[in-house]
């Protein structure tokens, strides 16, 4: 199999990129995404996963600035391994990186009504988020790739919720809402891609799947999809054109003072801190 462009020999097949094409594409796509926010101060969210090691290496590849924030949520068996793998690439990369336990270890909040996956995301963004602002960082970049951004829309469409979603890649800093920037620079980049990415770069990464995430949707969503591929690429197409950010309306929440969309005026994340 050889390489489109350069007729080397591809390490991955759809599209046929040789190692060094493969690592411009995925660098080119990341430095555009800089490019047009141009963050003063950058934080990356690192979770172990190939993923965020290849969006921070691709970063650190193209020079650009950033520290790293690996958020352990306490998982037995998954969770110290990811943070191993984070602190091994930290240390390749030469970069800072910070670490964030949540005051609720993720595994009980499995007892809850709503998916622990969903509840998990929630107090990730939220611990980003709050992480980012008390230290000056005016964006969060996150892994999330066109699979992901894919099975998130069908997920929406499929609920009537699809505008509720945060699909596009850039969500820009809201300062008088104690919000950083938010950033996925690989959101045009396949799941495959990063995978090849990852593996020609000898990235450390922790491969496992996460031990809770049994009947998670998202992952469902994608499994369906990656026999799809005409199909996926529209949904991502149809989320590039929704991913204009919805102006929900924001309020400080009562008890932590970061923004909320809850009429209650008590955020998520401090009403699951509240049911302990
Ligand atoms: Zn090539
Ligand atoms: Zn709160």
Not at 153 to 165: E, H, P, R, V, W
Request: with cysteine.
């Amino acid at each position: 199999m050889k390489c489109r462009v350069c007729a080397g020999n591809a390490v991955i097949s759809e599209p046929r990129l040789c190692r060094e094409h493969l690592t411009s594409h995925v660098q080119k796509e990341v430095r555009r995404i800089i490019r047009w926010v141009k963050p003063e101060k950058l934080l990356v969210a690192v979770s172990g996963g190939k993923d965020s090691a290849a969006l921070a290496h691709a970063l650190a590849e193209t020079g650009v600035q950033f520290e790293m924030l690996y958020i352990d949520l306490g998982i037995d068996g998954y969770s110290s391994p990811s943070k191993e793998a984070a602190a091994r690439l930290a240390k390749r990369l030469g970069g800072r990186l910070h670490t964030v336990r949540p005051p609720t270890p993720v595994p009980e909040l499995k007892q809850r009504k709503e998916p622990v996956c969903s509840l998990c995301g929630t107090v990730k963004r939220y611990v980003m988020n709050r992480f980012a602002f008390e230290n000056g960082f005016d964006y969060v970049a996150t892994g999330h790739n066109m699979d992901d951004v894919a099975a998130i829309t069908a997920i929406g469409i499929a609920s009537g919720n699809a505008f509720n979603f945060k699909l596009s890649p850039v969500s820009w800093p809201r300062k008088e809402h104690r919000m950083a920037g938010r950033i996925k620079p690989l959101y045009r980049i396949s799941e495959k891609e990063i995978l090849a990415y990852a593996l020609v770069h000898g990235l450390p990464v922790h491969h496992a799947e996460c031990p809770l995430s049994e009947n998670n949707t998202q992952l469902a969503a994608k499994q369906l999809l990656s026999g799809l591929p005409g199909f996926k690429r529209g949904l991502y197409r149809l989320a590039a054109k929704m991913g204009r950010e919805g102006k929900r309306e924001l309020f400080e929440c009562r008890e932590c003072s970061y923004p909320t969309t809850a009429s209650s005026r008590i955020c998520k994340f401090c009403r699951l801190s509240r049911e302990r």
